[in-house]
């Protein structure tokens, strides 16, 4: 198929990729002059693991090109893909001119029947205002289909080719028809493709997001309740889990979830609910839980110290999550701003995110070329982010780089034995030596 990619960020440069590994044409565009420039050259601008290889296959092939210009890019096309942005505002409401501006676009360029698939995250109802927007400038056939995606950082090329489950919001059956088609190729070992109206599948995804959010703060909860009275959440943590109603997954606690998809979409649908008069108490409770949960390791600093002015701290991590080099609402920025407000120095350490923690931060703090660097004469290690290196480090060269063998770990990395028998004193989330036993993780 002839495919339109409009937006290239994190969504549209991955949905563009894959469906380009299909045997599609693709072209995807952006009014970023300067990344389409890069895009053209085959650099990559985000990290995405597994992205890079097909990426250049497809663009060596020819079946994945880029361009600026609007009218060049869905010429001819069956399918527009709208991945923009729809940031959030204060309010929490999400910001939808970016897509009913190119909605608009689209109407005054189309000139046969194209189906135009919504991929960003928006509110119920958004079909039908990007349908009216569109039919404003152009009266002849055409759909509007509701496509989340879900998508996560990290791992989103593996979540595109094979998907849990593929959802399209239509009503029309000659839309529904071609986006099977489409998805045909990623849902080989019978992984549904679920069709419901465009609303629905709109409030899909955010109730998906809301509720993972909700499930990581409610062991967030889980862990200071261990901490108040003596119980390992470890041991909780794999007691649940192995309940098959509750899973294994998103019951890690730690200091927070963050990136651009939980808060954001949280946000928006209490939004949402309140001007639909309903009181989401639940998600209430999720954003204030997650707004308090990322300064808990900066009270156990406090209460280790008393005062950090002047102290110097080591951050291991500054991505909100692992393998990406996303920082939107990333828990470890907030960390460090309250360290910097209260008079301490801070040198940092990221496999990937530094670059974009430099365009925000500046030289406020020290990034460092290796994790070992940023602990030279630090009072204290934090432990923001769970990539894989930090899970074996030197304990040797951590005691003797450090001023002090102090370790405050926000993602749980380490044994606290095994960390009390080598000297560190050592705070993590919700675990405590009373009762410790061998726990299956």
């Not at 192995?242 to 998809?261: N, Q």
Request: charged share 25%.
């Amino acid at each position: 198929m002839r495919i339109a990619i409009i937006g290239t960020g994190y969504v549209g440069l991955v949905t563009g990729t894959c469906l380009a590994e299909t045997g599609n044409q693709v072209c995807c565009i952006d009014n970023n002059n300067s990344k389409v420039a890069r895009l053209k050259k085959g650099q990559v601008p985000i990290y995405e693991p597994g992205l890079q290889t097909i990426f250049e296959r497809n663009w060596k092939k020819g079946t994945l090109v880029f361009t600026s210009d609007l009218k060049e890019g869905i010429d001819n096309a069956e399918l527009i893909f709208l991945a923009l942005p729809t940031p959030p505002g204060d309010d929490g409401s999400t910001d939808l001119s970016y897509v009913l501006k190119v909605a608009d676009d689209i109407g005054k360029i189309i000139t046969d029947y194209t189906i135009i698939v919504g991929k960003s995250t928006v509110p119920a109802g958004t079909a039908e205002k990007v349908y009216a927007a569109i039919a404003r400038n152009y009266s002849g056939k055409f759909d509007v289909v509701s496509n989340p995606e879900f998508l996560r950082e990290g791992l989103a090329v593996e979540d595109f080719m094979k998907p849990d489950r593929i959802v399209i919001g239509t009503t029309s059956d000659h839309a529904l028809k071609v986006m099977t088609d489409l998805y045909a190729p990623f849902v080989r070992q019978g992984n549904p493709i679920i069709c419901m109206d465009e609303r629905s599948a709109e409030l899909t995804k955010y109730a998906a997001n809301a509720f993972l959010a909700t499930k990581i703060s409610f062991m967030n909860e889980i862990a200071q309740m261990c901490e108040e009275v003596g119980a390992d959440v470890d041991m909780v943590r794999h007691g649940m889990g192995t309940d098959e109603r509750i899973g294994k997954r998103f019951l890690f606690p730690g200091i927070g979830y963050g990136g651009s998809c939980f808060p954001k979409d949280v946000r928006s649908l209490l939004f949402e609910a309140r001007k639909a008069n309903f009181d989401f108490k639940i998600l209430e409770a999720v954003t204030e839980v997650n707004s308090r949960q990322r300064f808990s390791i900066v009270s156990k600093i406090l209460r280790y110290f008393n005062d950090i002015q002047g102290k110097h701290f080591a951050v291991w991590g500054l991505a909100f999550k692992p393998n990406t080099d996303d920082i939107r609402e990333a828990p470890a920025l907030d960390i460090i701003e309250a360290l910097l407000d209260r008079g301490a120095t801070v040198s940092a350490y990221d496999p990937e995110a530094m670059p974009n923690v430099e365009k925000v931060m500046g030289n406020r703090i020290h990034l460092a070329p290796t994790p070992y660097y940023c602990l030279e004469n630090a009072d204290a290690l934090i432990i923001t982010t769970e990539w894989n290196e930090f899970r074996t480090p030197d304990f040797d060269a951590i005691i003797s780089l450090m001023n002090e063998p102090v370790i405050f770990d926000g993602r749980n990395l380490f044994d606290l034995r095994g960390m009390e028998e080598k000297g560190f004193y050592y705070e993590s989330i919700g675990r405590s030596l009373i009762n410790q036993l061998n726990v299956v993780i």
